[in-house]
């Protein structure tokens, strides 16, 4: 069984940086899908990044030129290293993983099968 385990969230000023991490395990991590997504309050979840097998990367518009998609193979881990912060980056932010998801549905959360717990992430202005 997949199991992911996020961590890494915290407060931080506009403008500031974080690194979260999503560590993998019950399966070939090089060979699944990853990626990032975030849920605010009153608010549907969101794509905000993926990484293929292949080590191809998607981002959405709202945090390109922001935020870096990565992954260690050795460690099972895949990393989204927030830079530029804003208050509107403010979420519940979880990993997910899957190994059959083509790259015309990688930014659906409907599309992964396994998801982490979430991680908090605040934005102050």
């Known amino acids: 069984q997949v199991q992911l385990q996020a961590s890494g969230g915290g407060l931080v000023q506009a403008g500031g940086s974080l690194r979260l991490s999503c560590a993998f395990s019950?399966?070939?991590?090089?060979?699944?899908?990853m990626g990032w997504f975030r849920q605010a309050p009153g608010k549907e979840r969101e794509f905000v990044a993926a990484i293929k097998s292949t080590g191809s990367t998607s981002y959405a518009n709202s945090v390109k030129g922001r935020f870096t998609i990565s992954r260690d193979i050795a460690k099972n881990t895949v990393y989204l290293q927030m830079n530029s912060l804003k208050p509107e980056d403010t979420a519940l932010y979880y990993c997910?993983?899957?190994?059959?998801?083509?790259?015309?549905?990688?930014?659906?959360?409907?599309?992964?099968?396994?998801w982490g717990q979430g991680t908090q992430v605040t934005v102050s202005s």
């Open positions: 019950g399966g070939t991590f090089r060979r699944y899908t």
């Open positions: 997910a993983a899957d190994a059959q998801i083509i790259t015309s549905t990688m930014s659906s959360a409907q599309a992964y099968d396994n």
